[in-house]
C-alpha cells in the first residue's frame, strides 16, 4: 500500500489579502502522501482545509496568495511551476472534484462536450477514442452513458457528482483530490458515493486527499487521517488510531460530536467557543480558550508538532522529554 | 469557491443607521462615488442658488446677439440677446426638480410593485410581472413624444408624471429577483412565525436590506430621466418658454447655432446634461462596486511579510 | 418549443398593449387635437379613408368606444393607417416602409456592431484584470454612456463637418443625387451615414462594455472556471467557452431592455442629421401634427423593437440549454 513518497508538501502558507490586512488560512503545513493512499482532511469551516487543497492544485486565485513553503509532487515543486507546465501534470496526473457540481460544471455545454474539452487538451485521442473513453468512465461510476449528451442541469444531484468523478479519471491520474464532494447529498447517496470512491481508488490504484467537515464519513475508508484547526495542522495519524486514542483536545471534541448509533447514549457535547480571528491570530495555541485541558503556557508561544509513535500532534500535552520536537 | 453575492445581514429598525453609516464609509472611499458626489453636490447647490452665480435675468433679451465669450458674458449671448452663461446656471434648476421628482416617482413605483409582486407570489405576481414587462419593452421615448404629442407640448407637471408613471419597470424587475431571493431567508421566516403582519415585514424586514438596490434604481431613474426629458426638449416638445438646458439646444439648434459661429450656445448646455448625467453613472457604477466587492478595481499586490 | 411560443405570446400582448395605448391616448387628452387635423383633411380625401382616420382618433364618432376599438385593430391588422399629410396623399404604409430601410441599415447595424464590439472589449478587459484595459475603460465608459446622443452628434456636426469640413453635415444622401443602388449613390449614403453611426456606436458601446465586463467578473468567480483551470484547459477555452459564454446571457437579456435607448437615441440622431429614416419621419409627423402618420411609425417602432427582442430571445435559447428546459 505504502510506496514512494508521491506528493510531499512542506511548510505551505497560504494568505487571503483582505482590507484588514493579510488572513493566513493556511499556516505553515506540512503534509505526505504515498502512492495509492487515502488521507482525508476534516475540520470546521474556516479552518483552511479547502484552501490547502486548492493551494496544493495551483487553483488559488485572487486575493488568495501562496507565501510561502513548497508542493512537491512526483518529484517537482509544483509552486514554481508556471501555468505551461502545471497544464501538462494537470488531469493526467493530478485532478479535482469540487464540492457542488452544480457549480463547478459548466450549464451550457454537454457532460460529452466537457470530457472532450479536456480529452483533447492533454492528448491526441481521436473523437471515436474520446468517446469510448467517456462512456467507459460513465460506467465506472454507474451512470447510463446515454447521459454523455446530458446538460448538468437535467442531471440529479447524485448523478452529477459522479459524473465529476468519471470526468476526473479520464486519464488515471495518480493522485484525485475532492473538495467535500459529497456535502451536496442526502446521507444515503453519501453513503453509496464514498464506497464507490473507494472500489475505485482500489480498482485503479490512485491515492486520494479527501476534505470534509463530517468525520463520521470517512472513518471506514482513509488509510490516514488529518485534522486542521485555524489554518494549522493539530493532528495527523492512521485513522483507527486517531478514532480510538484521539491526540489532541480538539479531535476529541470532534470525535465526540458525532454521536454513534450503535452504541450507548452518551450526551452530546459540543465544543463551546469559537476559532479565532485569523486576521489576527492569537500568540499561543489557537485552541487553548476553547481547550478544557488548556495550561498557562498554552497561550504564550504556538505548540510545535511533536511525534508520538505513527502520529503528529500539535498539543504540549505530549510533550515528554524536550529532545522530542519536530516541525 | 464561489463569491456570496451581496453580503446581506438581517436589519432592525434599529440598525439602519448602520447602514446609512456603511454607506457613506464606503461611498468616501470609492473614488468614482466621491467623484460622482462632488458634481452631484456642485449641481445642487447651483440649482438652490442659481441667483449667487448667475444674478443676471437668464430669459431677459437685453443683450447684444450673437457675442463670443467676454468677461461680461462668460460664455457670450444667444441670437436673442440673452446671456448663455445666465441660462445655464438657471436651467440647472429645471433639470435637477426633474432628475429628483421622476427618479423619485420612478424608483417609488418601483419598489411598491416589484417588491409586492416579489411577496405576494401566485396570480398577484404573475400580473404584475406582465405589466411589467410589457412596460420595460415598450419604448419610453416614443410613447412620450406621443402623448406630448396629442398635448402641444409637455410642461414640468407633464415631464415628471409620465417619465415616472413609465420608467419604474427595469427597477421593478430588478427589486423582484432580489425580494424573491430573500423570500427564502431565515430572519423573514422568523418574523412570519412571530406572527408580524405582511405590512410590517415589507417595511421593517425587507426594505432596510434592499437599501443598495433602492438607490441603485434611483441613480439610474434620476439618470435616465435627465436624458429623456432633455432630449423631448430638443426636439421641441418641452415648453419652451422654461428655463431649462434641453430648451436652450432647442433655442440653439432652431437659430443654426453651430454654423451660425455660436457654438457655445449649444455645446454648453449639452456639457451640463453629460456632467449630471455622469454624475449619477458615476455612483452608480460605484454603487455596483460597493456592493459586489469582486468588482472593484483589483488592488497591485504587494509581498506582504510573513507575520512571525 | 415551449419557451419560443411563450415568447411570441409575449410579441402579441405586447403589441396590443401598445396599440391600444395608441387608441386610448388621443381620447384621454383634453382638447381632441386630432379635430383640428380632421379639418386639413377635409375635401381631400375619399370618405372611406376619411372614416377609418375617423374611428382611429375619436373624432366625429358615432360608433360605441369598443365597435370603433375592433374597427381599429381590424384595420392596423390589414396595415390600413391612413393617408399622411406630411407626404399627401401617399398612404401612412407606403411611406413607412419608405423610412424603414434607412434606418434599419443605420441603427441595425450600429447597434449589432456596437453590442458585438462592446461584448468583447468588456470580455477581454475583465479577463485581464488589472490590464491596461480594465483600469483605463470602465471609468472613461462609464461617462461617456451619460452623454446624451443628440449632443454628441451636434458635436461631431460641429467638428468633423463644419470645422474641418470633412463629412457631410445632413441628410442621407445628397439631395441632386436619384436613389438607386448604383456605385455613386451607395457610395454616398455611406459617407453619410459615418457621423450619424460613429455618433451612435461611441454613445451605446459603452454600456455594453461595462455591463460584459462585470458579468465575466462574476462568472470568473464561479467554481466551473476554476474547474476548467483545474483540468488544464487552454486559457483561450476558458475565456470563450466555459467563462465568456455564460458570461453573455445576461447582455442578452440585458439587450431587451437597452432598446428603448436605442430607439431614442436612433430618433435623436436622425432628427439632428435629417437623415431620412424612421426616427425623422416620426418627428416631422409630430411637428405637422400629421397624426396618421405618427401612429403607423409607432407601430413600425414597436414592430422593430419586438423583433429585435425576440431575435435575443432565440441567441439565449441556442446559447443556453436550460432555457429550453424550463417550465
Known amino acids: ?327 | 469557491m464561489a463569491t456570496p453575492s451581496l453580503a446581506v445581514e438581517p436589519a432592525s429598525p434599529f440598525r439602519v443607521s448602520g447602514v446609512v453609516g456603511n454607506l457613506l464609509r464606503a461611498t468616501s472611499r470609492n473614488r468614482k462615488a466621491m467623484a460622482g458626489t462632488v458634481l452631484l453636490l456642485l449641481f445642487l447647490v447651483l440649482a438652490v442658488f442659481p441667483g449667487q452665480i448667475a444674478p443676471d435675468d437668464p430669459s431677459a433679451e437685453i443683450f447684444m446677439p450673437g457675442l463670443g465669450p467676454s468677461a461680461h458674458h462668460l460664455l457670450g449671448t444667444t441670437a436673442y440677446g440673452q446671456d448663455i452663461f445666465s441660462q445655464l446656471i438657471w436651467g440647472t434648476r429645471l433639470s435637477i426638480i426633474i432628475a429628483f421628482a421622476a427618479g423619485g416617482l420612478a424608483t417609488a413605483l418601483a419598489v411598491l410593485i416589484g417588491v409586492s409582486a416579489a411577496y405576494l407570489g401566485g396570480i398577484a405576481d404573475g400580473i404584475l410581472s406582465l405589466i411589467t414587462d410589457v412596460i420595460l419593452v415598450i419604448p419610453i421615448f416614443p410613447l412620450v413624444i406621443v402623448i406630448a404629442a396629442y398635448r402641444k407640448n409637455a410642461g414640468l407637471f407633464t415631464l415628471i408624471v409620465v417619465l415616472g408613471a413609465l420608467g419604474w419597470s427595469y427597477g421593478a424587475r430588478q427589486l423582484r429577483s432580489q425580494t424573491l431571493s430573500m423570500r427564502t431567508r431565515d430572519f423573514l421566516e422568523s418574523a412570519r412565525v412571530r406572527g408580524e403582519r405582511k405590512l410590517y415585514v415589507i417595511l421593517f424586514e425587507i426594505m432596510p436590506t434592499m437599501t443598495s438596490l433602492i438607490v441603485a434604481s434611483f441613480l439610474g431613474a434620476a439618470l435616465y430621466a435627465v436624458l429623456t426629458a432633455a432630449g423631448l426638449q430638443f426636439i421641441g416638445l418641452g415648453d419652451p418658454n422654461s428655463q431649462s438646458w434641453g430648451t436652450m439646444l432647442y433655442w440653439a439648434e432652431n437659430n443654426e447655432a453651430l454654423g451660425a459661429g455660436m457654438p457655445l450656445w449649444a455645446i454648453a448646455p449639452g456639457v451640463c446634461v453629460a456632467l449630471l448625467g455622469a454624475a449619477f453613472a458615476l455612483l452608480n457604477y460605484a454603487f455596483d462596486e460597493i456592493s459586489n466587492p469582486a468588482l472593484r478595481p483589483s488592488r497591485r499586490r504587494r509581498r506582504e511579510e510573513l507575520p512571525e | 418549443m415551449r419557451f419560443v411560443v411563450r415568447r411570441i405570446g409575449f410579441f402579441v400582448v405586447t403589441l396590443w398593449a401598445a396599440m391600444t395605448t395608441n387608441f386610448l391616448i388621443p381620447r384621454l387628452m383634453p382638447g381632441n387635437a386630432a379635430i383640428a387635423m380632421m379639418s386639413r383633411y377635409r375635401g381631400r380625401l375619399n370618405p372611406n379613408s376619411l372614416h377609418a382616420i375617423e374611428i382611429a382618433f375619436g373624432v366625429n364618432n358615432h360608433q360605441s368606444l369598443l365597435s370603433a376599438y375592433f374597427t381599429y385593430l381590424g384595420n392596423i391588422a390589414r396595415g390600413r393607417f391612413g393617408v399622411s399629410l406630411t407626404f399627401f396623399p401617399d398612404a401612412v404604409m407606403h411611406d413607412v416602409l419608405q423610412a424603414l430601410p434607412w434606418t434599419l441599415a443605420l441603427v441595425g447595424v450600429t447597434t449589432i456592431l456596437a453590442f458585438a464590439l462592446g461584448t468583447l472589449v468588456g470580455l477581454v478587459s475583465a479577463w485581464r484584470r488589472g490590464g491596461m484595459l480594465d483600469s483605463v475603460l470602465p471609468p472613461i465608459f462609464v461617462i461617456t454612456s451619460a452623454f446624451p446622443y443628440f449632443w454628441l452628434a451636434l458635436l461631431s456636426i460641429w467638428l468633423f463637418s463644419i470645422k474641418l469640413g470633412w463629412l457631410p453635415t445632413s441628410g442621407g444622401y445628397n439631395v441632386t443625387d436619384t436613389i438607386s443602388w448604383s456605385w455613386t449613390f451607395v457610395g454616398d449614403a455611406l459617407e453619410h451615414s459615418i457621423l450619424p453611426a460613429v455618433t451612435i456606436l461611441v454613445t451605446s458601446i459603452g454600456g455594453w462594455i461595462l455591463t460584459m465586463r462585470n458579468n465575466m467578473i462574476s462568472v470568473l468567480a464561479e467554481d466551473y472556471v476554476r474547474m476548467a483551470r483545474a483540468k488544464g484547459l487552454s486559457p483561450w477555452r476558458v475565456m470563450w467557452t466555459y467563462a465568456g459564454r455564460n458570461a453573455i446571457l445576461p447582455n442578452l437579456t440585458g439587450f431587451a431592455m437597452s432598446l428603448g435607448f436605442v430607439v431614442s437615441g436612433a430618433i435623436l440622431v436622425e432628427y439632428v442629421f435629417n437623415y431620412p429614416g424612421v426616427g425623422w419621419m416620426f418627428l416631422q409627423s409630430v411637428e405637422n401634427q400629421d397624426y396618421a402618420l405618427m401612429q403607423g411609425l409607432f407601430f413600425m417602432i414597436i414592430i422593430a423593437v419586438l423583433t429585435a427582442i425576440l431575435a435575443a430571445d432565440a441567441a439565449t435559447a441556442i446559447l443556453d440549454p436550460r432555457t429550453r428546459d424550463v417550465r
Open chain 1, 1 to 327: 500500500m505504502s510506496g514512494e513518497r508521491m506528493l510531499e508538501v512542506r511548510d505551505l502558507t497560504v494568505a487571503y489579502h483582505s482590507d484588514r490586512g493579510p488572513v493566513i488560512a493556511v499556516d505553515h503545513v506540512d503534509l505526505d502522501l504515498s502512492q495509492r493512499e487515502f488521507l482525508a482532511i476534516v475540520g470546521e469551516s474556516g479552518c483552511g482545509k479547502s484552501t490547502l487543497l486548492y493551494a496544493i492544485s495551483q487553483l488559488l486565485s485572487p486575493p488568495a496568495e501562496v507565501l510561502g513553503g513548497e508542493v512537491v509532487f512526483r518529484g517537482t515543486n509544483m509552486v514554481s511551476l508556471d501555468e505551461g507546465k502545471l497544464r501538462s501534470i494537470r488531469w493526467r496526473h493530478l485532478s479535482v472534484v469540487m464540492q457542488s457540481a452544480m457549480n463547478a460544471l459548466n450549464p451550457v455545454l454537454t457532460v460529452a462536450a466537457q470530457m472532450r474539452d479536456v480529452c483533447r487538451a492533454h492528448s491526441s485521442m481521436s473523437d471515436t477514442e474520446i468517446e469510448a473513453r467517456s462512456t467507459e468512465v460513465l460506467r465506472l461510476v454507474s451512470i447510463d452513458p446515454v447521459h454523455l449528451h446530458s446538460y448538468p442541469h437535467q442531471l440529479s444531484g447524485g448523478m452529477r457528482q459522479r459524473a465529476m468523478i468519471a470526468m476526473a479519471l479520464l486519464f488515471t491520474p495518480d493522485l484525485v483530490i475532492m473538495d467535500e464532494p459529497t456535502s451536496a447529498l442526502d446521507v444515503v447517496a453519501q453513503r453509496s458515493l464514498m464506497v464507490q470512491v473507494k472500489q475505485l481508488q482500489e480498482k485503479l490504484g490512485f491515492a486520494v486527499i479527501f476534505v470534509t467537515h463530517d468525520v463520521s464519513l470517512v472513518r471506514h475508508f482513509s488509510d490516514r487521517l488529518m485534522v486542521m484547526y485555524a489554518g494549522q495542522l493539530v493532528e495527523l495519524g492512521a485513522t483507527r488510531s486517531v478514532f480510538e486514542q484521539p491526540l489532541h483536545p480538539y479531535t476529541r471534541g470532534l470525535l465526540e460530536a458525532f454521536p454513534s448509533i450503535h452504541g450507548p447514549k452518551v450526551p452530546l457535547l459540543g465544543i463551546p467557543g469559537a476559532p479565532p480571528d485569523l486576521a489576527r491570530p492569537p500568540v499561543g495555541c489557537r485552541f487553548a480558550p476553547r481547550c478544557p485541558s488548556a495550561a498557562a503556557r498554552c497561550l504564550a508561544a504556538v505548540p510545535q508538532l511533536l511525534t508520538v509513535d505513527e502520529s503528529r500532534v500539535r498539543c504540549v500535552l505530549h510533550e515528554r522529554v524536550p529532545a522530542e520536537v519536530s516541525g
